[in-house]
């Protein structure tokens, strides 16, 4: 079993949707949970993080941790063409490695 | 602003040759990571440093070394390339749960 696992999709809205995105994780050490976005032919870019369980929104991103479920989301509010992009979850805990889910590719469409 | 690079975008080697992929960062970070991105599998890690002389193997480190003699720069050997190594290969570094990527090296081995 990953110790990260994410549906890679892929998945398409229609311009303004609202998008969730999902993955689960196993190692209960993990304390940091990141979402990146990746566009074609470049490197993960930090969309945001969370510390522990809780919620954290940003403009139209809400990103939410529930460490009793091991379970985190990413949801993008009045989602826009320039969203389409492949999204990470990534963890990281005390022993520095950062695990990644698969990423799940996502089309906004106009 | 801040800065990941990757010596390369682009290599393209033989089977059984000895390659290096260089990777620097200017933020003075003390995690440094080497990913492999392939499709559908998301980023793996293949070994990471959290100082200077300092590894640990990530899940997928068979065939491969890494070398971090200085702080900004992590190293990754492919000691005797072979084809399943074609792959895209990611840096990163970081500091707690923000990390900054390179570009990436796509790397063929034929």
């Known amino acids: 079993q990953k110790e990260v696992e994410q549906d890679p999709g892929p998945l398409s809205v229609p311009e303004g949707a609202i998008v969730s995105l999902n993955c689960t994780y196993s190692n209960s050490a993990f304390q940091y949970f990141m979402w990146y976005r990746q566009y074609s032919r470049k490197g993960p870019e930090l969309l945001m993080y969370?510390?522990?369980?809780g919620n954290k929104e940003d403009g139209r991103f809400t990103a939410q941790v529930d460490k009793s479920s091991k379970y985190i989301s990413l949801f993008i509010r009045d989602s826009q063409p320039s969203d389409s992009a492949t999204y990470l979850c990534a963890m990281t805990g005390n022993n520095n490695d950062m695990r990644f889910g698969a990423g799940t590719r996502l089309t906004v469409k106009p | 602003d801040v800065k990941v690079t990757q010596s390369s975008r682009y290599l393209v080697k033989r089977t059984g040759e000895k390659v290096f992929l260089e990777c620097v960062q200017d933020?003075?970070?003390?995690?440094m990571f080497w990913y492999r991105q392939d499709p559908g599998l998301g980023l793996r890690l293949i070994y990471f440093s959290y100082d200077v002389k300092m590894k640990e193997k990530g899940d997928i480190p068979e065939g491969y070394s890494v070398s971090r003699e200085k702080k900004e720069r992590f190293s990754l050997i492919l000691e005797s390339a072979s084809t399943n190594q074609t792959s895209m290969y990611l840096c990163?570094?970081?500091?707690?749960?923000?990390?900054?990527f390179g570009q990436g090296t796509r790397l063929t081995v034929v």
């Open positions: 990163a570094s970081s500091s707690l749960a923000e990390a900054f």
């Open positions: 933020m003075d970070h003390e995690n």
């Open positions: 969370t510390y522990s369980s």
